[in-house]
């Protein structure tokens, strides 16, 4: 106990509203939040908390939100370096013709150390404090978020053709068992097992997908149901679409992470409800390839969980996961016809909450609760851009950018303070991510 029996603790953050996610919709005025050992000790008035504890460190933001940190539910972070380097094109031309021969020009392990280091610092800007990663070499991934005490969950990848990573069956497994191995027991970083695509894995390899994840009891993350043409080859191939013939593989479960799911039907949803199924919704790199739209209200109404994710920058542009949540609540209304549908505490809901749940770390982060680790971000909503502040919510969803975001903090570390990197040199990255510019323009010229 410290002076006058107050209690010590690490920091103690006050804002001027609180928006903890659980309990839904909520938001508390003039409140704080105390951080222990990285994680929240207690949340209330902060008058309340003022006389309670004795604080280390005391951060004031009166005229700011403090949220849970915002979980990038699908992203490929290597893929930073390759922003903007083939637009306006549909998914296919996309990858075969551009994306894929690039990549395999440059793609190692320098390329995937200094595209994860810029996302890092682009997602921390913007408020993310969580990433579900699907690249190759995991390993440097992983090391690398570490490095910079970023939660990831790192894709372990699968795919039937030889690339940079592994060439054989074998090798793609034995690779992905020795990196789990390795990030089993780590607080930050974690693994799922990441097979590619239905169109990109053979029944043989999703097989030894489900037996991998059954055995280390980790996540499935993988693309499903993107496209319309996905569909179609899917039935000329396997005369069932991709879902179906991922059930009969034993894919379909509360293991499984499906991303986009543009392509559904009321079975389909109801399926992915009863075997918990868990999706995550990239609004924006969906509408920029035109890959469709995902039903997000007939999931939430069936029950289904769903995150956000930006994709990578190479079809994005961006990782910013607060444009990323206005948008999924527009383009739902839009969908559905409603312009109920995915209001604004449901969307940043989806945008935290539904993402840490979506990943397994939902009893982890994802809400500003006691005992939760203490990923939080505050937003300033004194900017003139955000004048009249009549519902915080609403403000934070439909009317903020994500150069308000001033601080962040993963697991009770701060990563952000007042909007400059804490542990990262920006000019650094800026000159790192120039020079690999210059390399790939060669490439592409040569």
């Not at 993988?222 to 991709?242: D, K």
Request: proline share 4%; hydrophobic share 45%; net charge negative.
């Amino acid at each position: 106990m410290g002076e006058a029996g107050k209690q010590h603790c690490d920091v103690l953050i006050e804002a001027g509203w609180v928006v903890p996610v659980e309990p839904h919709g909520e938001v508390w005025e003039d409140h704080a939040v105390a951080i222990v050992d990285g994680r929240i000790v207690a949340v209330g008035p902060r008058t309340q908390l003022r006389e309670r504890f004795e604080p280390r460190e005391v951060v004031s933001r009166p005229n700011a939100a403090l949220i849970p940190g915002l979980v990038n539910s699908h992203t490929h972070n290597p893929m930073t370096l390759l922003r903007g380097i083939a637009d306006d094109l549909p998914l296919m031309e996309w990858l075969q013709g551009h994306i894929w021969p690039v990549e395999s020009a440059v793609i190692g392990p320098d390329f995937v150390r200094d595209g994860v280091s810029l996302a890092i610092a682009e997602m921390l800007r913007g408020g993310t404090t969580c990433a579900n990663e699907n690249y190759f070499f995991p390993d440097v991934q992983a090391e690398t978020y570490k490095r910079y005490g970023f939660r990831a969950l790192v894709g372990l990848p699968v795919i039937d053709f030889p690339t940079a990573w592994a060439k054989t069956s074998d090798e793609y497994f034995g690779k992905a068992a020795d990196v789990h191995a390795a990030w089993r027991d780590d607080a930050l970083v974690g693994t799922a097992i990441a097979p590619h695509a239905p169109y990109t894995v053979n029944d043989a390899n999703f097989h030894r997908v489900r037996d991998f994840a059954n055995e280390r009891d980790v996540r499935i993350h993988l693309h499903t149901h993107e496209t319309a043409q996905e569909i179609r080859e899917s039935i000329a191939q396997f005369g069932v679409r991709p879902l179906a013939r991922l059930d009969a593989l034993g894919i379909v479960s509360d293991r499984l992470i499906a991303v986009h799911m543009t392509q559904l039907t009321d079975a389909e949803i109801a399926l992915c409800a009863e075997r918990g199924v868990c999706v995550a919704h990239c609004p924006e790199s969906n509408l920029k390839l035109a890959s469709g739209f995902c039903p997000v209200c007939k999931l939430q109404h069936a029950g289904v969980t769903f995150g956000l994710g930006t994709d990578g920058c190479a079809s994005n542009n961006d990782l910013d996961m607060i444009g990323e949540t206005r948008t999924a609540a527009l383009l739902a209304k839009a969908v559905a016809d409603d312009a109920s549908a995915l209001d604004a505490a449901s969307a940043l809901r989806a945008a935290t909450l539904g993402g840490a749940i979506t990943l397994g770390l939902g009893a982890q982060i994802g809400s500003i609760r006691v005992g939760k680790q203490a990923d939080l971000v505050c937003i300033d909503l004194d900017d003139l851009e955000s004048q009249p502040l009549f519902h915080v919510i609403s403000q934070l969803v439909y009317a903020t950018g994500r150069h308000q975001v001033t601080d962040v903090w993963i697991a009770g570390r701060r990563k952000l303070r007042d909007r400059q990197l804490v542990d990262m040199d920006r000019d650094a990255l800026r000159a790192n991510a120039r020079q690999w510019r210059d390399r790939i323009r060669t490439i592409r010229t040569a």
